[in-house]
């Protein structure tokens, strides 16, 4: 299969923070992976604005060298990183002051293309960076922002974040980033859900036993532990990763794929969660790894806090009071140094009323496994008879999709989220971007729990590096008769 690519309109995009981690690692190769494929036209322009004094002609051997280190050595024809160099501009910028402003508004002058402004900078900095945009005369109708996570620490600050970015810009401007939402396969999610009559008179609580999310790193907290112990599992991941995910699992097929269509339903979602029960939580935080405690020291030493009780692994149980799913369980899992690197979604769904062939062949339970990391792809498990001789004895094999291999391919394997959200700004597609009102709603439901925590002085469980979590989680899930799937 070969991936059609079709260009997008000529563009400026400033990148804010464009000397930062995310700029060199996810934000310049992925520009030029899409200039190489051709879907960033020629004319297009990036333009760096960061706080380091240097020239373009500098800033281009920067992004040279981000691109040969994280581009995933993609080819691309003689001459290509030249060309895609020659469209990259630099401006000193200080987002506090008014250093290098007069120059960005110069650059941006009446050039007629579509502006795009990335804000790669820290959440302190975004309220300036709209005010300013406005006041240099660059936050026109037309003009895009882009603001990464993390928006907002609880509901407070991100209304607060909410109303500061709307003094400047209109929601339709305001591409709010969640990098989860750009993966191949969650939007295959969708178009499993809904392109399919197979699957969605299934999708509710009469069918569907549980749900299960993972996102499992093996990671540690590594050089981020100042920012990361502000912040732990709860706001750093499940409120905004694992609800996205969660709400394009259970939201009500939307009318039409449209932005507000779309973002409506998964609000209905947010707004229909319960409140967690206190017991169907499991908080725990790694220990370090055996016979390296120096290298992968455990989280409270990795963190520089001896006292802390912010978690670094996070089990729960979540319910969603709404006709479909009533009584059907969502289980949250997400956490550090843990046993692999995995994220998956699956869909377990309900025994069969009655084995026809006794219970010596084996009850098994169809399950729909949507991987997200490290291959992305979508498994359908199907109950079989066991080949050979021997009498019926059943087993579990996964249904062949063949767009698993299409997934596969080259040409689509290389886009990564970020160069794909990137390309929807500029069409001006929000349908893959959280709404102000989706974050306040699921800050609004994880507000409570952490207070919770707080109020009760809860500390985390510990948990062996590299593992599947305290084993707290396990006895959760065990209390339910069920049990984690090895991700
Ligand atoms: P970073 O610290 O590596 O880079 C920060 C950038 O901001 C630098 O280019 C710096 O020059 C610029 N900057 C700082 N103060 C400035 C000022 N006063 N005026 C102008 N520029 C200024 O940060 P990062 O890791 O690239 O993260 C950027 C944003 O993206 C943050 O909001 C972060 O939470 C978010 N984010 C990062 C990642 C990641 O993988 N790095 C992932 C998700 C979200």
Redesign the pocket.
């Known amino acids: 299969m070969v991936s059609r690519v079709i260009p997008v309109d000529p563009f400026d995009l400033v990148i804010?923070?464009?000397?930062?981690?995310?700029?060199r690692?996810?934000i310049l190769p992925g520009l030029f992976r899409r200039f190489c494929t051709g879907q960033m036209p020629s004319e297009a322009r990036v333009i760096g604005a960061?706080?380091?004094e240097m020239s373009s002609h500098e800033y281009q051997q920067m992004a040279a060298e981000a691109i040969r280190e994280f581009g995933g050595g993609r080819e691309c024809e003689d001459g290509t990183l030249d060309a895609f160099l020659e469209r990259i501009r630099y401006v000193a910028?200080?987002?506090?002051g008014t250093g290098g402003w007069e120059d960005l508004q110069k650059l941006m002058a009446g050039t007629g293309r579509i502006e795009a402004y990335y804000f790669?900078?820290?959440?302190s900095?975004f309220g300036d960076l709209a005010e300013r945009l406005q006041s240099y005369g660059m936050a026109d109708d037309d003009a895009r922002i882009v603001v990464?996570?993390?928006f907002g620490r609880d509901l407070a600050t991100a209304r607060e974040l909410n109303n500061t970015l709307a003094k400047y810009f209109d929601e339709h401007q305001i591409y709010r980033i969640d990098h989860y939402l750009g993966k191949e396969t969650v939007q295959n999610l969708m178009a499993v859900r809904f392109g399919n009559m197979l699957f969605e008179p299934l999708w509710n609580s009469q069918f569907v036993d549980h749900i299960q999310i993972t996102v499992a790193e093996t990671v540690g907290v590594g050089g981020r532990g100042e920012y990361y112990d502000k912040s732990g599992a709860m706001r750093d991941m499940v409120q905004n990763h694992l609800m996205q995910l969660l709400c394009l699992i259970a939201m009500e097929p939307p009318a039409r794929f449209d932005p507000d269509a779309v973002r409506d339903e998964k609000l209905k979602v947010i707004r229909a969660l319960e409140p967690v029960e206190p017991h169907h939580i499991v908080r725990g935080q790694y220990e370090a790894e055996p016979g390296d405690a120096e290298n992968q020291p455990d989280y409270r030493t990795a963190v520089g806090n001896p006292r802390s009780s912010t978690e670094s692994f996070l089990a729960m149980k979540c319910h969603i009071a709404n006709w479909r799913w009533a009584g059907t369980p969502f289980y949250l899992r997400t956490g550090k140094r843990m046993s692999r690197r995995s994220s998956e979604i699956s869909i377990v769904f309900k025994d069969t009323p009655h084995s026809i062939f006794g219970d010596e062949a084996g009850r098994h339970r169809n399950v729909l496994s949507i991987r997200l990391q490290p291959d992305e792809g979508i498994t359908l498990g199907v109950t079989i008879k066991e080949p050979g001789p021997g009498g019926m004895r059943l087993i579990d094999v996964p249904l062949d999709m063949t767009f698993a291999d299409a997934l596969s391919h080259d040409d689509v394997e290389t886009v990564d989220a970020y160069e794909r959200l990137i390309m929807d700004v500029i069409r001006g597609n929000q349908t893959l971007f959280m709404r102000g009102d989706e974050v306040e709603a699921a800050w609004a439901w994880t507000d409570p729990i952490i207070e919770g925590w707080q109020a009760r002085g809860e500390v985390p469980k510990p948990y062996d590096s590299h593992s599947d979590g305290p084993d707290a989680a396990e006895q959760m899930m065990k209390r339910d008769h069920r049990a984690w799937r090895k991700v």
């Open positions: 804010f923070g464009g000397t930062g981690d995310l700029a690692r996810k960061a706080r380091s910028i200080d987002a506090r790669s900078v820290a959440p900095l990464e996570k993390p």
